[in-house]
């Protein structure tokens, strides 16, 4: 079976977080979308996203392939129906195309006709940076049963406090004097991970492998963090991925972080508004700011982005790929990518000098920072040139 995650509107609306990345490849619950179908389906996927991106996500033909949608995240309902698709048949919900199966990539470019199967089942569908936090626990939910089913779960050190029995631990964990409670939500501790003395954890809660919890660390429910992820402080309702800190005290809530991300000590991000009212986020499609429908919502940051300690983030902000931040005062409440500067003023972060941070930040986790992520952010740079008009 040859499984193809396709890109579709979605992919302008959650923008930051997919311009360096296809749609299908975003962190909810313990695993990204794709991981999620291969493990179901039992087989690799492969992506049909933007053209600069295909070198690191590429599209691979076949002449039996499955076209999924990668904003929407696999259920056993989905899978039963997609099973059932015939040859030339798509899978649709209104206006939203689920999957279609035996058909080319040059599908999607022209009008070829296939006969239309109707979902009425219910399925979670990423279409806005905040329906990530949003519908974290329930993703997290499902990833624990999906990944824990049949397995017997790792012991911890009898330092440890456990509280309910809805937790699982991978080999290597290391983990001494700290409190888990599953009684709101499974806990899962990925392979290799750590977590340091004295952190108070609640469930739903995901650590990827080797990533490490910090001395003292308060993490309530619905909180992910990502493999080779560093965290420590207050942690509430929040998604990081791959190889971002978050290392120190301050708080971050209702919140999604990208990769190579960092958070300086003591920064905060509000997730409520004063006055109680509906929090609005910047959208790069509509080019201005949308209401979201929440009340509490925080930080979206792209990826390679950081703030110097002591940041103070309004409630809705929204940080693009690469922008360095700090300095006193809240910074606006969207921060255009390769943005240097904070409430005082922005420059431009120049790509060279941008290039020679990430090959900085690459080394010190063992990782190259090669021709192709300097393409991607390349690519990037250009095409958000119309925000940075400082």
Same mark, same amino acid.
């Given at each position: 079976?040859?499984?193809?995650?396709?890109? &579709?509107?979605?992919?302008?609306?959650?923008?930051?977080?997919?311009? *360096?990345?296809?749609?299908?490849?975003?962190?909810?619950?313990?695993?990204?979308?794709?991981? %999620?179908?291969?493990?179901?389906?039992? +087989?690799?996927?492969?992506?049909?996203?933007?053209?600069?991106?295909? !070198?690191?996500?590429?599209?691979? #033909?076949?002449?039996?392939?499955?076209?999924?949608?990668?904003?929407?995240?696999?259920? #056993?309902?989905?899978?039963?129906?997609?099973?059932?698709?015939?040859?030339? =048949?798509?899978?649709?919900?209104?206006? !939203?195309?689920?999957?279609?199966?035996?058909?080319?990539?040059?599908?999607?470019?022209?009008?070829?006709? @296939?006969?239309?199967?109707?979902?009425?089942?219910?399925?979670?569908?990423?279409?806005? #940076?905040?329906?990530?936090?949003?519908?974290?626990? $329930?993703?997290?939910?499902?990833?624990? %049963?999906?990944?824990?089913?049949?397995?017997?779960? +790792?012991?911890?050190?009898?330092?440890?406090?456990?509280?309910? =029995?809805?937790?699982?631990?991978?080999?290597?964990?290391?983990?001494?004097? +700290?409190?888990?409670?599953?009684?709101?939500?499974?806990?899962?501790?990925?392979?290799?991970?750590?977590?340091?003395?004295?952190?108070?954890?609640?469930?739903?809660?995901?650590?990827?492998?080797? +990533?490490?919890? %910090?001395?003292?660390?308060?993490?309530?429910?619905?909180?992910?963090?990502?493999?080779?992820?560093?965290? /420590? /402080?207050?942690?509430?309702?929040?998604?990081?991925? =791959?190889?971002?800190?978050?290392?120190?005290? /301050?708080?971050?809530?209702?919140? @999604?972080?990208? =990769?190579?991300?960092?958070?300086? $000590? &003591?920064?905060?991000?509000?997730?409520?508004?004063?006055?109680?009212?509906?929090?609005?986020?910047?959208?790069?499609?509509?080019?201005?700011?949308?209401?979201?429908?929440?009340?509490?919502?925080?930080?979206?940051?792209? &990826?390679?982005?950081?703030?110097?300690?002591?940041?103070?983030?309004? *409630?809705?902000?929204?940080?693009?790929?690469?922008?360095?931040?700090?300095?006193? /005062?809240? #910074?606006?409440?969207?921060?255009?990518?390769?943005?240097?500067?904070?409430?005082?003023?922005?420059?431009?972060?120049?790509?060279?000098?941008?290039?020679? *941070?990430?090959?900085?930040?690459?080394?010190?986790?063992?990782?190259?920072?090669?021709?192709?992520?300097?393409?991607?952010?390349?690519?990037?740079?250009?095409?958000?040139?119309?925000?940075?008009?400082?």
């Amino acid at each position: 079976m040859n499984i193809v995650l396709f890109d &579709d509107s979605t992919r302008e609306s959650l923008l930051p977080l997919t311009f *360096t990345r296809p749609v299908a490849s975003l962190r909810i619950g313990i695993l990204t979308i794709a991981e %999620k179908w291969e493990k179901y389906l039992n +087989a690799e996927a492969s992506y049909l996203t933007a053209d600069y991106l295909s !070198v690191k996500f590429p599209f691979k #033909p076949s002449d039996n392939s499955i076209f999924i949608n990668g904003s929407v995240c696999p259920n #056993p309902l989905l899978l039963e129906a997609i099973d059932k698709l015939g040859k030339g =048949e798509a899978l649709v919900q209104k206006d !939203v195309l689920i999957a279609v199966k035996g058909v080319g990539k040059d599908f999607f470019t022209s009008k070829q006709h @296939v006969e239309q199967k109707e979902f009425t089942g219910s399925f979670t569908r990423i279409v806005y #940076p905040e329906h990530i936090f949003s519908y974290n626990h $329930a993703e997290i939910v499902l990833d624990f %049963k999906l990944l824990t089913q049949g397995r017997t779960s +790792a012991q911890l050190s009898s330092t440890n406090t456990v509280l309910g =029995e809805n937790i699982f631990v991978e080999e290597g964990v290391s983990a001494e004097c +700290a409190i888990f409670n599953t009684t709101t939500g499974p806990i899962y501790l990925g392979k290799n991970s750590t977590v340091l003395e004295g952190s108070v954890i609640r469930g739903s809660f995901s650590l990827g492998e080797h +990533a490490l919890v %910090k001395l003292a660390a308060k993490i309530y429910g619905k909180t992910t963090v990502g493999p080779y992820c560093k965290v /420590g /402080g207050e942690i509430n309702n929040a998604v990081l991925y =791959e190889n971002s800190s978050k290392g120190h005290d /301050g708080y971050l809530g209702n919140s @999604v972080l990208g =990769e190579w991300c960092n958070i300086g $000590a &003591d920064s905060n991000n509000s997730n409520l508004k004063n006055n109680y009212a509906e929090v609005k986020l910047w959208d790069y499609n509509k080019e201005r700011f949308r209401k979201t429908g929440l009340q509490f919502c925080g930080l979206i940051m792209g &990826d390679h982005s950081k703030c110097g300690i002591n940041t103070m983030f309004n *409630t809705g902000t929204v940080v693009g790929v690469s922008a360095n931040i700090f300095g006193a /005062g809240f #910074p606006r409440n969207f921060i255009p990518d390769f943005s240097w500067g904070g409430a005082q003023g922005y420059e431009v972060y120049a790509i060279n000098k941008v290039f020679e *941070t990430a090959e900085r930040v690459y080394e010190r986790r063992d990782s190259n920072f090669d021709s192709v992520e300097k393409e991607i952010l390349q690519n990037v740079f250009e095409l958000t040139k119309q925000y940075r008009n400082f």
